[in-house]
């Protein structure tokens, strides 16, 4: 990829269990924002975190950055089967503030 | 959240010919576009950005005279793929952001097929 690798590439799970998606970046960043794609479709915004935050809620997602680490994580709980779909972490370069870089992916597959 | 239209969804087109992707932001005013392709189960690829107004900032590797961008408004920029060949199938997919680059608006893809 162009910004960095996610792991794992793909991730099976009960419902009702918790998903972890870890995304690595190479460059220094404004901020990092979490996508979520449908088999197919378009991409919708999940949660974004800015360089100067560790971590950030919203509902089922909680995601951690660790910029000394260049990392981050994705945190899905109770795990829904609607939740299958790729995941993908998007970088916001500090230097390059307008371009958005997307890390590999997780496919998430939640099975009921 | 704001809405990005992309135009056509799908489209099936002869080798050599040229086609011609549309993205809309339908309700702000997108200072900035980019254009992605995703290869089968991979990850979006940037290919260029474009500022309303101006010359479009392709990436490494990203042929400008192959995939022209204009970008003539604050809420439509277009993709052209010109000469199109077998290995320019791909799913091509824009975004758009305000002027604050917080967010990235999604249109939901163009499948090209070149046959």
């Known amino acids: 990829s162009q910004q960095g690798e996610e792991d794992p590439q793909a991730l099976s799970i009960q419902e009702g269990e918790n998903a972890t998606m870890n995304c690595s970046y190479k460059?220094?960043?404004?901020?990092l924002q979490w996508y979520r794609q449908n088999s197919g479709r378009g991409l919708v915004h999940l949660i974004l975190i800015r360089s100067n935050e560790r971590e950030k809620h919203s509902g089922r997602l909680r995601v951690t950055l660790d910029t000394s680490k260049k990392s981050s994580s994705l945190l899905i709980t109770a795990s829904r089967a609607a939740d299958t779909a790729s995941y993908f972490c998007?970088?916001?370069?500090?230097?390059?503030?307008?371009?958005?870089?997307f890390g590999s992916g997780t496919k998430l597959n939640v099975k009921p | 959240g704001a809405v990005v239209s992309q135009h056509p969804s799908r489209v099936i087109c002869k080798s050599g010919t040229s086609v011609k992707i549309e993205c809309r932001s339908l309700?702000?005013?997108?200072?900035?576009m980019f254009w992605y392709r995703q290869f089968p189960k991979k990850s979006l690829m940037l290919m260029a950005t474009s500022n309303e107004g101006s010359k479009a900032t392709y990436e490494q590797g990203v042929e400008k005279d192959k995939f022209l961008i204009n970008h003539a408004s604050l809420t439509l920029s277009t993709l052209t793929v010109t000469s199109a060949h077998p290995e320019d199938s791909s799913f091509y997919i824009c975004s758009a952001t305000d002027r604050g680059y917080t967010e990235a608006f999604f249109g939901q893809g163009t499948r090209l097929t070149v046959v």
């Open positions: 309700d702000f005013q997108a200072t900035t």
């Open positions: 460059t220094s960043i404004n901020n």
């Open positions: 998007a970088t916001v370069d500090i230097y390059n503030f307008n371009k958005f870089y």
